[in-house]
């Protein structure tokens, strides 16, 4: 079954303690990116990858790090992280056809207290 | 600057009857342009897709979208709402040029009553 997998689904943290969040699919897809998703805001694109090591910003991207080390994983990382940075985060994957994020995963509910 | 916009934040409609929901898009060119579908608790699903050709696009579940260059529009339709379309829609653009940014509306909040 084709999928994006996401872990964890749901963290509370408190602020400056590094997070990871992982994505992995199991598609074989070239291009992965993360969105956040707020409230009145829609989503926004934090970063994208479009193969391995191969990664740029997205419109949202500060406070954020991503690497692409294999094909089929892409995390993303919190350094330091901030409230601001309280969340619902997606992680997407698709094929070099059209570039469009076609499956996304089910979501990670961030919250930095 | 490039933007989408969603004019209708929500949109109540009765099962059975028709649905429009609205996007407007600015942009240097024609982009790509989609609509993706998010159930409560969900990841979005891709409903439909527009690159080129017949600007009539049909889409999984029974939606639709035209494409209106003169009006920078790209409206989802659906003839006969069932209470299972009840969700977030999300109108998205993207550019044709090499990349990987999409930018999507605020969505429309779609609830349906019996």
């Known amino acids: 079954e084709a999928q994006v997998t996401q872990n964890p689904r749901y963290l509370i943290t408190v602020t400056g303690k590094k997070l990871t969040v992982t994505c992995s699919q199991n598609?074989?897809?070239?291009?992965m990116s993360w969105y956040r998703q707020d409230p009145g805001l829609g989503l926004r694109q934090i970063y994208y990858?479009?193969?391995?090591?191969?990664?740029d910003k997205g419109d949202v991207p500060e406070g954020y790090k991503v690497s692409r080390k294999e094909k089929r994983n892409f995390p993303l990382i919190l350094e330091s992280p901030s409230p601001n940075q309280t969340s619902l985060y997606f992680c997407?994957?698709?094929?070099?056809?059209?570039?469009?994020?076609?499956?996304f995963g089910d979501g990670t509910r961030l919250s930095i207290l | 600057a490039q933007s989408v916009t969603q004019p209708d934040i929500h949109i109540t409609v009765s099962e059975g009857a028709s649905l429009e929901l609205r996007c407007n898009y600015s942009?240097?060119?024609?982009?790509?342009l989609f609509w993706y579908v998010q159930s409560p608790g969900q990841g979005l699903q891709l409903l439909l897709k527009?690159?080129?050709?017949?600007?009539l696009v049909q889409g999984i579940k029974g939606f639709e979208a035209e494409f209106k260059r003169s009006q920078s529009s790209f409206n989802l339709r659906k003839p006969s709402v069932h209470w299972s379309d009840a969700a977030e829609y999300f109108c998205?653009?993207?550019?044709?040029?090499?990349?990987?940014?999409?930018?999507f509306g605020k969505g429309t909040s779609l609830l349906v009553t019996p």
């Open positions: 942009y240097g060119a024609t982009p790509y």
């Open positions: 598609m074989n897809h070239e291009y």
């Open positions: 998205a653009v993207g550019p044709r040029a090499s990349g990987y940014a999409l930018n």
């Open positions: 997407a994957s698709s094929t070099g056809q059209g570039r469009q994020p076609q499956h």
């Open positions: 990858s479009m193969n391995v090591e191969v990664t």
């Open positions: 527009y690159f080129s050709g017949d600007t």
